[in-house]
């Protein structure tokens, strides 16, 4: 039916940039939103950053200043840009999609996450 792929994650120091990609492929009828979350070992999976379909943003606190959601609607493509990148950002990082399948109802959809790790 709907399927999220994420990519661009890897090994990167201190202070670098990653951009993360996640590809929403399916019969999707209407975006209303779409977001990156971030889970670390040991912790609960946090939101980092969302995109409405009407263009308006939300970020973590951690990561304002620093990361920059943004899209491509036509494609169903949703990007994370990660700079000045901290060892703290080091987490599995997670595509959500809140979307309406054609001939369903708005649902919620995850892709299968992409590992980010921060270190020197």
């Known amino acids: 039916q709907v399927q999220l792929v994420e990519s661009g994650g890897g090994l990167v120091e201190p202070g670098g940039s990653l951009r993360l990609s996640c590809v929403a492929s399916g019969s999707i009828a209407f975006v209303y939103a779409m977001g990156w979350y971030r889970q670390a070992p040991g912790k609960q999976r946090e939101l980092v950053a969302t995109l409405t379909g009407g263009g308006s943003t939300n970020y973590a606190d951690s990561v304002k200043g620093r990361f920059t959601i943004s899209r491509d609607n036509a494609k169903n493509t949703v990007y994370l840009q990660m700079n000045s990148l901290k060892p703290e950002d080091t987490a599995v990082y997670y595509c959500?999609?809140?979307?309406?399948?054609?001939?369903?109802?708005?649902?919620?959809?995850w892709g299968q996450g992409t590992q980010v790790t921060v270190s020197s």
């Open positions: 959500n999609a809140d979307l309406r399948v054609v001939l369903t109802r708005r649902g919620d959809y």
